[in-house]
């Protein structure tokens, strides 16, 4: 444990890449996530946030290592990503591909124009 963890302090979490854009259909967010398993992540939307959580598990190994580089980062991590535009959660898609994991939700498709007639 480090000294803030001993101080009572919140241990760190690490943050996740992400990639977000959109097509005429979905916002796309697209976060690499090699190691992780699927029953170890967790995704939400609330109102116009996605919340992205996982845990990245450090393989287990018996004998005491003795790093030269330590770059890699185990334990929980979070994100948390404002959408550009309105989409619609119930209609959400997510899927893990080689390390990249890929959430497709539909955008709400909006009139942005509309002729009013005047009633007589």
């Known amino acids: 444990e480090n000294d803030e963890t001993q101080k009572g302090w919140p241990k760190q979490e690490g943050q996740l890449a992400i990639d977000v854009y959109q097509t005429d259909s979905y916002i796309v967010i697209q976060a690499p996530i090699a190691g992780i398993r699927k029953e170890d992540l967790d995704i939400s ?15 287990s ?30 209609r959400a898609e997510a899927s893990m591909k080689e390390g990249i994991l890929t959430l497709k939700i539909p955008r709400i498709q909006r009139e942005k124009t509309r ?3 005047i009633k007589e």
């Open 45 to 59: 939307i609330e109102n116009d946030v996605v919340i992205i959580r996982g845990d990245r598990k450090k393989p």
């Open 61 to 90: 190994e018996a004998e005491e290592k003795k790093y030269f580089y330590q770059e890699c980062y185990w334990g929980p991590f979070s994100r948390e990503i404002i959408l550009p535009d309105e989409g619609d959660p119930s």
């Open 115 to 117: 002729k009013i007639k």
